[in-house]
């Protein structure tokens, strides 16, 4: 890993937005007019969420700060894999959608446990 200086740098930054591009452009276009409101909003508030926590930890400028947000970028991320085992499960999305949304969802969750680990030893030293 090189040098850290922005947020973008992150690779579980990167990973998230991967999985934020995959939920606005795959996902929600073709989710019916009906849930514009309910369903599709969800999701996008929480796609978006996933980014947006570790931007906002990481300009918070101290470990356990960052941590907290980490965690809940984690959490962004699971309610997403929710959001769309709940659009499978009511034929919204095929499995192969959902299949492909996981591969995006384990490595932003991987990192995002890495990045957690990372903070975690340096606020031990």
């Not at 452009?25 to 969800?42: F, W």
């Not at 962004?76 to 709940?86: G, R």
């Amino acid at each position: 890993m090189g040098r850290i200086d922005r947020f973008e740098d992150l690779d579980c930054w990167k990973a998230c937005r991967e999985l934020r591009v995959f939920v606005t452009r795959e996902i929600t276009p073709q989710l019916p007019a009906e849930e514009r409101y309910r369903l599709v909003d969800q999701l996008i508030r929480a796609a978006r969420s996933t980014t947006a926590n570790i931007a906002e930890g990481f300009g918070r400028r101290h470990y356990l700060d960052n941590a907290k947000f980490i965690r809940n970028s984690l959490g962004s991320q699971h309610e997403c894999l929710d959001h769309l085992i709940t659009d499978n499960d009511e034929r919204m999305i095929s499995d192969e959608q959902l299949a492909n949304f996981r591969v995006i969802f384990e490595k932003s969750s991987a990192l995002s446990h890495g990045y957690a680990s990372y903070l975690a030893r340096t606020a031990k030293k």
